[in-house]
């Protein structure tokens, strides 16, 4: 896997002329959900959901498989994204803000199709 990241408003590995929703489409493909770092992050993310329970986000967190989890992990880290972290104060419109947007997008419409995630 890449170790480039987005920092925070910014995307440095963003090629020119191409849109968030080509580079997450490209990240997507280009992703190791099997990788040793993604599966030890998503059972860093199944601890947490387990002793946060009274969340709903956590909850609902809990229904999606570990190979869903490490595909949207992975997607993520692959973007150059360090985690999901939208700008809420920022421009909707920004590269990073519509990078979001696209990953969650793609990442649920891949999961839904192709896989038991949301089962």
């Known amino acids: 896997m890449k170790t480039r990241r987005l920092t925070f408003g910014y995307i440095h590995s963003l090629p020119a002329n191409t849109s968030p929703a080509a580079h997450v489409r490209h990240s997507m493909a280009e992703a190791n959900p099997l990788e040793g770092e993604v599966i ?5 993310l199944r601890h947490a959901c387990i002793a946060e ?8 967190i809990s229904f999606i498989s ?36 696209e990953l969650a997008l793609q990442t649920f419409q891949h999961l839904a199709l192709n896989t038991d995630a949301y089962l």
């Open 40 to 44: 030890v992050e998503v059972q860093r």
């Open 53 to 60: 329970l009274s969340s709903p986000i956590a909850q609902r």
């Open 66 to 101: 570990d190979l869903g989890l490490q595909i949207i992990v992975a997607t993520t880290w692959e973007t150059g994204l360090a985690k999901w972290s939208p700008d809420v104060f920022g421009l909707h419109s920004s590269v990073y803000n519509l990078t979001h947007q």
